[in-house]
């Protein structure tokens, strides 16, 4: 009898969760096994609303090895630190390589910046976004005990959408506690917020963030962070209580390492079918992959989503020698961002729109995702 094909998924992101919950449907013609650093994976898209106070942590969370166990996958609670391409091997940190016929990885991204000076002392970073979900708690916790009338400085450092949403989301969050009084203040790099989205969404978030009393600063460059303060290359020095680092986003060392195609900021590098660029054999997905063809797709979870069927189809098609299907990321894809006070931001199309039903409708598609997963 032919020894059946090893398949193993390294990591546990949102294509992979999609992945073993269609294996649960219909099983795949493969040994599976799941390697992931830690059991518990996050729903990024809640992680806002988890901020503020929307959600609780249950609700965020995808139990890996559950969803693998009723997949008939094998698990394997290990960081990869490498992929052995030649020898076909995925190496994890401590325990044996694990041999494969074919592989995929879906292990997301980290933050920018982590070695600047004391950002990883005195910052707290989004990523790993579990441990951010933990110290997001003990941070609350913490500001809502001080009996002080002193203002509570809370830096968000990163204009991107992540950190519009994690500046906005803090602020209701805190104000709506009986601590001190509450000032939060976001740094952006570039001239304007979200910059990769349209301007009339940016003008939507500097519009909410005047009323709100949440100051942003454009043009600002982060060099450091100490126990009280941010400072900014022009050496400028801004008073901090609490910094939040949500720069963008750059790859985990395993691709480096492992000597497979990597893009400048270390992604690996895929085609629209999923695989690697020269390496037919493994596949990837979510923030970890940069197109070949499409370079500035940007991280977003809503890629590693729509990710999930094609790769899911695709390893099926490889392991039957049938041709693969392939990727087309639309760059006009529907993007809400919650303010943490009821209200969503969205756009699509170009054609920008706010409101309590934008908070609705987001809510209404992060449930309904993590239904199909719980
Ligand atoms: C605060 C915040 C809010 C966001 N909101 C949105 C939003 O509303 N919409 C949106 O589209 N995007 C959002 N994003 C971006 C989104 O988080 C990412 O694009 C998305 O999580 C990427 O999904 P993924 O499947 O690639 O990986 P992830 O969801 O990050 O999953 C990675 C998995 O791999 C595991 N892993 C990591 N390293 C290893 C390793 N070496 N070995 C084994 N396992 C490993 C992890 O434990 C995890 O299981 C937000 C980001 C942040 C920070």
């Not at 249950?58 to 960081?79: M, Y």
Request: with cysteine; net charge neutral.
């Amino acid at each position: 009898m032919m020894a059946r094909p090893q398949l193993v998924l390294i990591g546990g992101g949102h294509a992979h969760a999609l992945v073993l919950e269609s294996m649960i449907a219909r099983p795949i013609d493969a040994d599976v096994t799941v390697v992931v650093d830690r059991p518990i994976a996050i729903y990024s898209g809640m992680v806002p609303g988890y901020v503020a106070g929307q959600y609780r942590v249950e609700q965020l969370q995808i139990d890996v090895p559950a969803l693998a166990a009723r997949a008939g996958a094998r698990i394997v609670l290990e960081s990869a630190r490498s992929i052995d391409a030649d020898g076909r091997r995925v190496v994890p940190t401590t325990g044996e390589p694990l041999p494969y016929d074919l592989a995929s990885v879906n292990i997301g991204s980290t933050v920018a910046g982590l070695d600047l000076p004391g950002v990883r002392d005195h910052a707290i970073p989004t990523r790993p976004i579990a441990d951010f979900v933990e110290r997001i708690d003990a941070l609350v916790g913490d500001i809502g005990q001080r009996r002080s009338s002193d203002t509570c400085r809370a830096v968000v450092v990163g204009g991107g959408a992540g950190g519009v949403e994690v500046a906005f989301s803090l602020d209701a969050r805190l104000k709506a506690m009986a601590g001190p009084p509450i000032e939060v203040t976001l740094l952006n790099r570039s001239e304007r917020v979200i910059e990769s989205y349209p301007a009339g969404l940016a003008r939507r978030v500097e519009r909410h963030a005047g009323t709100r009393g949440i100051q942003i600063r454009n043009r600002t460059r982060v060099d450091a962070v100490t126990a009280d303060s941010v400072q900014l290359d022009s050496g400028e020095s801004i008073p901090a209580d609490v910094v939040v680092w949500v720069t963008g986003a750059v790859s985990h060392p395993v691709f480096r390492s492992s000597d497979l195609p990597t893009d400048p900021r270390g992604f690996v590098r895929i085609r629209s079918t999923l695989q690697l660029e020269e390496h037919d054999d493994i596949f990837a997905a979510g923030d970890c992959g940069t197109f070949i063809d499409y370079p500035r797709t940007p991280k977003a979870g809503v890629h590693a989503v729509r990710q999930g069927p094609i790769l899911i189809d695709n390893l099926r098609a490889s392991l039957a020698g049938r041709p693969l299907q392939t990727y087309t990321p639309q760059p006009e894809f529907l993007t809400l961002l919650n303010l943490g006070d009821g209200r969503a931001l969205g756009v699509k199309r170009g054609v920008t729109f706010e409101g309590r039903w934008v908070m609705w409708l987001k809510d209404y598609i992060d449930r309904a995702f993590m239904k199909r997963l719980q």
